[in-house]
């Protein structure tokens, strides 16, 4: 060996030598607060995956059964669990989870512990079970299968009593024991009398226990109390978590739906957020809503609202009464997964130049470079003493952005709390954005901007922080579809909340094309019928998805007679926006103007949780305003609370009216009075 040689043989020896030191002497940061289990980790990154709403609701159109339904009433002519797998692997979900039993109590597999189930039925002659036949379509496409029971059973006889409690945990022990690993067990929590009019003491800590005995990997959602890993509802059905949302929550019984959605700073437990929405306004299958299945424009703002605020999104798709997955949900689907897959082809940030205010003890292994990474287990990090600080990205040339991805590595904690985004303009920061918590997923959207650099300034974090992804998109911006509002006298308006597109439309029922009228002001629509229509970009690059509505008269002779108030008088103004707050005790009055053949009337609520909607009422209608017929005695809208959509209610048998009564027997908030947006008749 010559000189040079040994030298450089030298040379090359310290320098490993430091490295190895270097790499010795930076310890990784220590875990902070709560932290999330593997199978929590592992929860996280399904992300998206599919809600399955079927059952004997299915058959008799109703969103909650009174468990009173005949069991013959459940045979779905064609189910086939594949095409629901196979469905839900195309639209890039990652599982399945079945309401194997929804409150009417009926058993979507022939339980021993029940009298009403699969069994009963004449499907597949009282031979099937659709648990057994999902779990194994999931195991074949890939997926994880998960189940839904709910405890609020309005058929078993014992519900309401302590034996109750024990048929539950057996009702568990079957769906966890036969049907391989389940990933996530469901609770829902709504708790309403059953068939002996009494409600259930249930014994959750019994419940989770039974759990963890049996699958102690399962995520035990919604009702949670800390035993066992568990996920939170996010605290409404609309698909909106909260812009701020911490996985972590010091206790998770009895929550307020505010903490629900933003979680709690710091909290002693990780248990992070799941969303669950409905492709369509009810959670089950109903020919009516056939024409309103979500469009991509309102799916993919689910998604940021929910993936992208660090929540898993669990989206139902109910099946037919064929047991099939309606054509219009899975075409549906496929074009979300293309609309996402659109947004998120082509990462701006890789290849960037990266760099950061700190990097932990200078060590390369925490680099900032680690956030362009694919590697899940590399990471950006800070020396602990550093909370506040920057990341800098050069993407070498101008670019037009508009999205933002940030992930924190949450094997160690939730730990951000405040951040900005700064983008440059010649030599220039300014402010893009501020948000809060980033956790495990954050996207953050913002308008086109054209920059070649962007800054993100963390300004408050618990810990030092510790991010593994950072990722830039110019998404394209989707066209919403038009949305229609008709007034008192029936003149139609049509407006597109997106840019200023053209809107094309039909008034016959039939499917809107290229040569269909275009909109140019209101039209006039007093008798009702079906309006359908799109937006589109004249040049053919961009167009919505085909809205459809139904209108049936419009109220331009309706008249509130009780209560007399202006508010009253909103209800019936044919304007679907302002709500009315009015006494409960005071008897709802409507007179229609003349004398009509209603087939049933429709309620708006206000669609905001809390709100005092009507959830009981009775109804009754006259000739005259003096001689009044009950037309529905007791009746409810059935999950308003959690869900309050539009309900339509269609009667028995046509009723010819002129007068309509509505008393509110109970209403979802404080009981001195209750919302409307408007009540109508429907003919
Ligand atoms: C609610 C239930 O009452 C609905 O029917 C639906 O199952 C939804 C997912 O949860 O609480």
């Not at 997964?337 to 990462?347: C, G, I, L, T, V």
Request: hydrophobic residues 35%; contains cysteine.
């Amino acid at each position: 060996m010559n000189r040079t040689r040994i030298w450089t043989f030298l040379s090359l020896l310290l320098s490993a030598g430091f490295l190895l030191v270097s790499c010795r002497e930076v310890s990784p940061p220590k875990t902070y607060g709560a932290t999330p289990s593997p199978e929590l980790i592992a929860w996280q990154q399904l992300e998206y995956y599919m809600f399955i709403h079927f059952g004997p609701n299915t058959f008799t159109d109703v969103e909650w059964g009174n468990g009173k339904e005949d069991p013959g009433i459940f045979n779905p002519s064609d189910l086939d669990c594949r095409q629901w797998a196979e469905t839900a692997k195309n639209a890039g979900m990652k599982g399945i989870i079945l309401t194997a039993k929804h409150h009417d109590g009926f058993c979507l597999w022939p339980s021993a512990y029940s009298k009403h189930t699969v069994r009963e039925s004449p499907w597949k002659n009282g031979q099937g079970d659709i648990l057994q036949e999902l779990s194994e379509a999931c195991r074949e496409f890939g997926l994880k299968f998960g189940v839904y029971i709910s405890p609020w059973d309005q058929n078993h006889p014992s519900y309401g009593t302590d034996v109750y409690n024990d048929i539950f945990l057996k009702t568990i022990e079957e769906v966890l024991s036969a049907y391989g690993p389940v990933f996530e067990i469901w609770f829902d929590g709504a708790n309403g009398e059953g068939k002996n009019g009494k409600k259930q003491i249930y014994d959750w800590e019994a419940f989770h226990k039974a759990v963890c005995r049996l699958q102690p990997k399962t995520i035990h959602a919604i009702e949670v109390n800390g035993i066992g890993p568990s996920c939170r509802w996010m605290g409404n059905e609309k698909g909106i978590a909260g812009t701020t949302n911490w996985s972590t929550l010091n206790n998770p019984v009895g929550l307020a739906v505010d903490i629900l959605e933003r979680g709690e700073q710091g909290g002693k437990l990780w248990v992070p957020a799941e969303t669950d929405v409905s492709i369509r306004p009810g959670w089950f299958y109903s020919p009516s809503t056939d024409d309103k299945v979500k469009s991509v424009e309102k799916l993919m703002d689910i998604y940021y609202t929910s993936v992208g605020r660090n929540s898993n999104l669990l989206l139902n798709v109910p099946p037919d009464k064929r047991g099939r997955i309606h054509p219009n949900d899975s075409i549906r689907l496929m074009q979300f997964r293309e609309a996402r897959e659109a947004a998120f082809a082509d990462n701006l940030a890789r290849g960037a130049k990266i760099s950061a205010g700190n990097t932990r003890g200078k060590s390369s292994r925490y680099s900032p470079k680690n956030l362009l990474e694919d590697n899940y287990d590399s990471y950006w990090a800070t020396d602990d003493s550093v909370t506040a600080t920057f990341i800098e990205v050069d993407m070498n040339k101008t670019q037009s952005i508009n999205r933002l991805v940030l992930q924190e590595y949450i094997p160690l904690g939730q730990r951000v709390a405040r951040f900005s985004v700064y983008y440059d303009a010649e030599g220039q920061w300014i402010k893009l954005l501020s948000a809060t918590t980033i956790g495990y997923k954050r996207i953050l959207r913002f308008p086109l901007t054209k920059t070649s650099k962007i800054k993100i300034e963390i300004e408050e974090s618990l810990a030092s922080p510790v991010l593994n992804k950072l990722e830039i998109y110019r998404s394209p911006e989707l066209l919403a579809e038009p949305v229609f509002s008709r007034d008192k006298k029936g003149m139609l308006s049509m407006s597109c909340p997106t840019g200023d597109p053209v809107i094309r439309y039909t008034l016959d029922g039939s499917e809107p094309g290229p040569d269909s009228e275009i909109y140019t002001q209101p039209l006039p629509f007093s008798e009702g019928g079906s309006v359908k229509a799109f937006a589109s970009i004249e040049n053919g690059s961009k167009k919505s998805n085909v809205v459809t509505a139904n209108f049936s008269l419009a109220p331009a002779k309706f008249q509130v007679i009780s209560p007399q108030s202006e508010d009253a008088a909103r209800i019936v103004d044919g304007l679907e926006t302002e709500p009315a707050q009015l006494p409960s005790k005071e008897p709802l009055v409507i007179d229609l103007g003349e004398k009509l053949k209603l087939k049933g009337f429709f309620y708006l609520p206000l669609n905001r949780w809390g709100a005092s909607n009507i959830f009981k009422y009775r109804l009754s209608g006259s000739p005259d305003g003096k001689i009044w017929t009950q037309i529905l005695s007791n009746a409810t809208f059935n999950n308003i609370g959690n869900n309050p959509i539009k309900q339509e209610v269609v009667f028995d048998k046509q009723q010819e009216v002129r007068f309509l009564k509505m008393e509110v027997l109970e209403s979802t908030g404080e009981a001195a009075s209750y919302t409307a947006v408007e009540i109508g008749a429907l003919l």
